[in-house]
């Protein structure tokens, strides 16, 4: 079953037309990375199926259900930035239980949740802190937190890892792959980089000027041996 379906999805912006009538199928469990140069439509694309930006046409499908209409926090989507944008007036355990207060859970299950996060990312002793008393790669593990607290189907990350410094890198991919293992979570991940989509992706599509070009394993999109 696709756990992830784009129908003839389109973004006008004014006369620009970001994307163009997208359609995919995404697989349950599948790591799918998406490239393209700059202007293509990456954001755009992720930001509909998000829910944080209209749909101009066309329909997003989280398993069964056409979700256009819903709210993000209602769509079984979470997402996660290149610059975290963690709250920064919000300790640590306070954003990670954010979204599950936009969903409307309680106080105690929210904060319970949230450790149980921490714990996994491994960022369990930072509860109080703020994001500004974290390093880059533990602002990273707090995002990610904050991304899987809700339990998506589907996990968006656009251009997560290109902050970090290399070590912090390969670190982060092998933990994206294990939570991919571990919560059967669908992934599109945004990049920019070849090698990073060969050391991820199941699944790699690249857009061109708001159109799909290409899907295929990354051996056939980037022929490699
Ligand atoms: P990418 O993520 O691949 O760089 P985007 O989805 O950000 O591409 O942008 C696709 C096109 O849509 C670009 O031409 C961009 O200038 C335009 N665009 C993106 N966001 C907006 C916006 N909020 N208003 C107007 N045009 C936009
Ligand atoms: P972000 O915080 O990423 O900028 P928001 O969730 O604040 O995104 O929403 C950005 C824009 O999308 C706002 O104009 C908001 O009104 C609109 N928006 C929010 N939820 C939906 C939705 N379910 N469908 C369509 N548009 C939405």
New binding site residues.
Partial sequence: AAALELAAVTKAYGETVAVDAVSLKIPAGTYCCLLGPSGCGKSSTL?MIA????ISAGDVMIGDTVVN????AKRGTAMMFQNYALFPHLSVRDNVAFSLKMAGIGKAERLRRADELLDLVDMAKYGERLPSQLSGGQQQRVALARALVTNPTVLLLDEPLSALDPFLRIRMRAELKRYQREFGISFIHVTHSQEEAMALADMVVVMNDGRIEQVGSPREVFNAP
């Fill in positions: 930001r829910g944080h930006e209209f209409d819903l709210p993000p």
